[in-house]
């Protein structure tokens, strides 16, 4: 008898093995891509204002600003305040969720229904984030304006500024 792709004469631990070993083949198919990210953030850390590309860059937000502090919130346990910094983390997490089951546990490939999903997912994020942007922008954090960006930099050195 099988559900969702699981086996229901295989143990939790037999389930978990398959799901971690899936998760591996799947690190290891993406290892050049984990491995840039990783030295990206090794070296922002040490060198960079801010470990998101498009603060870097252009000193703008990006429609995931906060998403990490709601994230570290919501490990934390303080749900309101990571709603507050940005609503998109429950969905975010929730998305995962479904993901990670459909996936590791059940097996089965990324079906039209997710994809739809993951792209309203992203349209009403970026519709949020322009909404945040008039709302906000610039001074409330994260909505803020770094101004050693990499763009003014540039600009400053050709005379624009």
Not at 24 to 37: F, N, Q, R, S, Y
Not at 72 to 85: M, T
Not at 107 to 122: I, V
Request: aromatic content about 16%; glycine content about 10%.
């Amino acid at each position: 008898m099988e559900k969702c792709g699981i086996n229901m004469r295989r143990t939790l631990k037999e389930t978990v093995y398959d799901a971690v070993m899936l998760l591996w083949e799947d690190m290891k198919a993406v290892k050049w891509a984990i491995m840039l990210i990783i030295a990206y953030f090794v070296v922002g850390k040490n060198y960079l204002y801010s470990l998101c590309p498009m603060v870097v860059i252009t000193g703008l937000p990006c429609p995931g600003c906060g998403l990490t502090r709601a994230g570290f919130l919501l490990l934390r346990g303080d749900f309101a305040q990571a709603f507050l910094l940005h609503p998109f983390i429950y969905l975010i997490v929730g998305y995962a969720g479904v993901f990670c089951w459909n996936r590791y546990i059940c097996k089965r490939k990324m079906g039209e229904g997710l994809k739809l999903l993951f792209s309203l997912l992203l349209v009403f994020m970026i519709l949020y984030y322009i909404w945040r942007m008039v709302k906000d922008f610039p001074g409330k954090p994260p909505m803020s304006y770094y101004e050693g960006n990499l763009l003014r930099g540039v600009w400053n050195r050709l005379g624009y500024f």
